[in-house]
Nanobody, 114 residues
Framework: QVQLVESGGGLVQPGGSLRLSCAAS????????MAWYRQVVGQSRKWVAS???????KYADSAKGRFTITINNARNTVALQMSALKVEGTAVYYC????????WGQGTQVTVSS
């Protein structure tokens, strides 16, 4: 059983940066891939970026060039560095992991507003 806990959300101005972190416990060694998703109120959850234990990264078009996903296998964490944030980036951001069963964190709110 994998537990995921996100942190780092908050309020940021348009054009600003924010770093999200996700700590995994209870079975990190069984995880094959980790990812970040985001969900706007009233909309479905959407994939943002993913990374394998070996470091292979993939990004949604909306994240390319602005977001960077990294994994620290020694610390059992995955991070999402976000820059040039836009108002439409306001959402709850969720960490996810596959073992291959998919697990979810509780989410962290990111608000992009002036």
């Amino acid at each position: 059983q994998v537990q995921l806990v996100e942190s780092g959300g908050g309020l940021v101005q348009p054009g600003g940066s924010l770093r999200l972190s996700c700590a995994a416990s209870g079975g990190f060694a069984t995880i094959t891939t980790m990812a970040w998703y985001r969900q706007v109120v009233g909309q479905s959850r959407k994939w943002v970026a993913s990374i394998t234990r070996g470091g292979t990264r993939k990004y949604a078009d909306s994240a390319k060039g602005r977001f960077t996903i990294t994994i620290n296998n020694a610390r059992n964490t995955v991070a999402l560095q976000m820059s040039a944030l836009k108002v439409e980036g306001t959402a709850v951001y969720y960490c996810s992991a596959w073992t291959p069963r998919q697990y979810w964190g509780q989410g962290t709110q990111v608000t992009v507003s002036s």
